[in-house]
């Protein structure tokens, strides 16, 4: 219990609980949303055969589309079996995919507003190479002229700078992307929850960029934790979302107990977190 109050006196406990709580909200939004969307797509599934027309082959489905031409529609029709086909591969594989990506964007969000929070704070760290290391002359970004001039003040050339830095960094490799996420915050997220993560973003991108087959990219990214061979189908299911979703959710652990341990007393962090907030109030 002392500790306990001790970390909500801490000066920054309060923004960082908030932005913690949003994300863990909306994470947990994400599951609910998937499971009646799931729910209920199987609930019309059971539904299809009562719904099928007497005659064979004839179509009970129709719906306007947008068509190329300007402010007209098109009206596509549908067989039932395309229609149970449809809502088995939602059932089984497409709204699981949605929701996963829907919830790496989150957790991609949450990291980012940290990195940028803290690159702002702390200048210095802008230095820092997307690789993790500190930067020599060569490899420092620069500053256009233009852009010192049109800035009203120094804390808005290094918002900016944070900005882009975060940014840039979500190109790195993963294993890069990590060292750099250390190397600025100043604190680890575990290996092990890390290397989960970047393989949920590999199966990500199987199903984004193909059909869901393995290939070298995936198995180069993710090693051992590989969830089959090359040309195997990575499977999405009910388990494998939430435990998705329970890495996702260690990673918020990891950050919000990391800022309240590195940044919760920093008077440069509640200074940026101060300008954050006098610049939203003033927004019409």
């Given at each position: 219990m002392k500790n306990s109050s001790k970390i909500k006196k801490k000066l920054n406990y309060?923004?960082?609980?908030?932005?913690?709580?949003?994300?863990?909200?909306?994470?947990n939004d994400i599951v609910v949303e998937a499971h009646l969307a799931i729910q209920g797509l199987q609930i019309l599934a059971k539904q299809m055969p009562q719904n099928k027309a007497s005659k064979s082959g004839e179509t009970v489905f129709e719906l306007d589309v947008p068509s190329t031409k300007k402010a007209r529609t098109?009206?596509?029709?549908?067989?039932?079996?395309?229609?149970?086909k449809i809502l088995k591969e939602r059932i089984d594989t497409k709204e699981v995919l949605q929701s996963?990506?829907?919830?790496?964007?989150?957790t991609e969000d949450y990291i980012n507003d940290v990195l940028t929070l803290v690159l702002e704070a702390y200048p210095r760290k802008l230095l820092i190479s997307s690789k993790g290391n500190q930067q020599n002359s060569t490899g420092i970004k620069s500053i256009s002229l233009q852009d010192l001039i049109e800035a009203k003040t120094a804390e808005e050339v290094f918002s900016e700078q944070a900005r882009s830095r975060a940014r840039d960094a979500l190109y790195a490799t993963p294993q890069q992307y990590a060292e750099y996420m250390n190397s600025v915050l100043g604190f680890r997220i575990s290996q092990d929850v890390l290397n989960k993560y970047i393989e949920i973003k590999a199966t990500r991108d199987l199903y984004i960029h193909g059909d869901g087959k393995i290939n070298s990219i995936y198995l180069q990214k993710v090693g051992a934790l590989n969830r089959g061979s090359e040309g195997d189908v990575a499977s999405l299911g009910q388990k494998y979302f939430k435990d998705s979703v329970g890495v996702m959710k260690e990673i918020f652990s990891?950050?919000?107990?990391?800022m309240l341990a590195s940044y919760g007393e920093s008077l440069?962090?509640?200074?940026?977190?101060?300008?954050?907030?006098?610049?939203?109030?003033?927004?019409?």
């Amino acid at each position: 219990m002392k500790n306990s109050s001790k970390i909500k006196k801490k000066l920054n406990y309060d923004a960082f609980r908030k932005a913690n709580q949003q994300r863990l909200k909306k994470i947990n939004d994400i599951v609910v949303e998937a499971h009646l969307a799931i729910q209920g797509l199987q609930i019309l599934a059971k539904q299809m055969p009562q719904n099928k027309a007497s005659k064979s082959g004839e179509t009970v489905f129709e719906l306007d589309v947008p068509s190329t031409k300007k402010a007209r529609t098109t009206t596509i029709r549908r067989k039932p079996e395309a229609i149970e086909k449809i809502l088995k591969e939602r059932i089984d594989t497409k709204e699981v995919l949605q929701s996963i990506v829907f919830a790496i964007s989150l957790t991609e969000d949450y990291i980012n507003d940290v990195l940028t929070l803290v690159l702002e704070a702390y200048p210095r760290k802008l230095l820092i190479s997307s690789k993790g290391n500190q930067q020599n002359s060569t490899g420092i970004k620069s500053i256009s002229l233009q852009d010192l001039i049109e800035a009203k003040t120094a804390e808005e050339v290094f918002s900016e700078q944070a900005r882009s830095r975060a940014r840039d960094a979500l190109y790195a490799t993963p294993q890069q992307y990590a060292e750099y996420m250390n190397s600025v915050l100043g604190f680890r997220i575990s290996q092990d929850v890390l290397n989960k993560y970047i393989e949920i973003k590999a199966t990500r991108d199987l199903y984004i960029h193909g059909d869901g087959k393995i290939n070298s990219i995936y198995l180069q990214k993710v090693g051992a934790l590989n969830r089959g061979s090359e040309g195997d189908v990575a499977s999405l299911g009910q388990k494998y979302f939430k435990d998705s979703v329970g890495v996702m959710k260690e990673i918020f652990s990891t950050i919000y107990k990391g800022m309240l341990a590195s940044y919760g007393e920093s008077l440069q962090v509640e200074a940026v977190l101060k300008r954050r907030s006098e610049a939203i109030a003033a927004k019409p």
